[in-house]
Nanobody
Framework: QVQLVESGGGLVQAGGSLRLSCAAS????????IGWFRQVPGKEREFVAV????????LYADSVKGRFTISRGNAKNTVYLQMNNLKPEDTAVYYC????????????????WGQGTQVTVSS
């Protein structure tokens, strides 16, 4: 089992920045993919970015390319999502997810999920 805890959400004005953290425990995630997803009420969970811990490969949703960066932290088992030039449409609950095998954009493929952290971007 892998436990995931997100932090770093909050309220920010459009154009501002936030850094989300995803701390994993229970098992080492050195062979896992760690992804970020977001969800607003009434909509499906949306892929944001994913990192394959081994090798460092990354994928991004088109809507966040050039603004968001996913990275491994120096602290063991921590993944960050640096969000710059935030827009009101980035407002959502952000979740991190982990899977030992899958590396991709499909939310249903990930086995482990955190509880989420709220990001609100005001115009």
């Amino acid at each position: 089992q892998v436990q995931l805890v997100e932090s770093g959400g909050g309220l920010v004005q459009a154009g501002g920045s936030l850094r989300l953290s995803c701390a994993a425990s229970g098992r080492t995630v050195s062979t896992y993919s760690i992804g970020w997803f977001r969800q607003v009420p009434g909509k499906e969970r949306e892929f944001v970015a994913v990192l394959r811990w081994s090798g460092g490969s990354t994928l991004y949703a088109d809507s966040v390319k050039g603004r968001f960066t996913i990275s491994r932290g120096n602290a063991k088992n921590t993944v960050y999502l640096q969000m710059n030039n935030l827009k009101p449409e980035d407002t959502a609950v952000y979740y991190c997810a982990a899977d030992r095998v899958y590396y991709g954009t499909g939310a249903s493929e990930y086995d482990f999920w955190g509880q989420g952290t709220q990001v609100t971007v005001s115009s």
